[in-house]
Antibody
Framework: EVQLVESGGDLVQPGGSLRLSCAASEFTFRGSWMTWVRQAPGKGLEWVASINQDGGVRHYVDSVKGRFTISRDNAKISLYLQMNDLRAEDTAVYYC????????????WGQGTLVTVSS | DIQLTQSPSFLSASVGDRVTITCRASQGISRYLAWYQQKPGKAPNLLIHTASTLQSGVPSRFSGSGSGTEFTLTVSSLQPEDFATYYCQQRNSYPITFGQGTRLEIK
């Protein structure tokens, strides 16, 4: 069974930084594109970033470009999201998800980790 | 960016009803559309991808259709566990975008 477990969410002040992690298991992590999707409280889903199998290709939504960095460690079967210069509008539950093959459809999701940006 | 507009945003229905949710794209996306179900406090669950392909393990009462700019998700006979929020998502081009969601509630 595919399992994705996020961690690292916390309360952080505006302008602060946070690193989210997603521990994967039970599937060929090295062979999978991975992604982060977020959901602000009471709102819809927003795609944040995706990374290919070897980390050489990354895509970001415009609102996080230059502030967030998606990365992965295939030896540790883990996905990361480094978030800098955090803003109130970054407050959300952050989900990591696995892509279905090489297409940007998300077939397995973690349970999410909450990031709150507030003073 | 490709915008996805779902209608209705809210739907009230009864167990056994047939319901249809529509997703319209601001430009053509071929068949590169997926549907997800999300229950409160839970992660989304993939129902359908590539407009009409049922994801493994998803009941056959769910079906999808469409291409280009207009897509539909149909539930043929609502079950109690189907009351949730549904999202469409396009993968035609970056940035990947979702519809605003359709909340399906029990009448």
């Amino acid at each position: 069974e595919v399992q994705l477990v996020e961690s690292g969410g916390d309360l952080v002040q505006p302008g602060g930084s946070l690193r989210l992690s997603c521990a994967a298991s039970e599937f060929t992590f090295r062979g999978s594109w991975m992604t982060w999707v977020r959901q602000a409280p009471g709102k819809g889903l927003e795609w944040v970033a995706s990374i290919n199998q070897d980390g050489g290709v990354r895509h970001y939504v415009d609102s996080v470009k230059g502030r967030f960095t998606i990365s992965r460690d295939n030896a540790k079967i883990s996905l990361y999201l480094q978030m800098n210069d955090l803003r109130a509008e970054d407050t959300a539950v952050y989900y990591c998800a696995k892509l279905l093959g090489d297409v940007s459809t998300f077939d397995y999701w973690g349970q999410g980790t909450l990031v709150t940006v507030s003073s | 960016d490709i915008q996805l507009t779902q209608s209705p945003s809210f739907l009230s229905a009864s167990v056994g009803d047939r319901v249809t949710i529509t997703c319209r794209a601001s430009q053509g996306i071929s068949r590169y559309l997926a549907w997800y179900q999300q229950k409160p406090g839970k992660a989304p669950n993939l129902l359908i991808h590539t407009a009409s392909t049922l994801q493994s393990g998803v009941p056959s009462r769910f079906s999808g259709s469409g291409s280009g700019t207009e897509f539909t998700l149909t539930v043929s006979s609502l079950q109690p566990e189907d009351f949730a929020t549904y999202y469409c998502q396009q993968r035609n081009s970056y940035p990947i975008t979702f519809g605003q969601g359709t909340r399906l509630e029990i009448k």
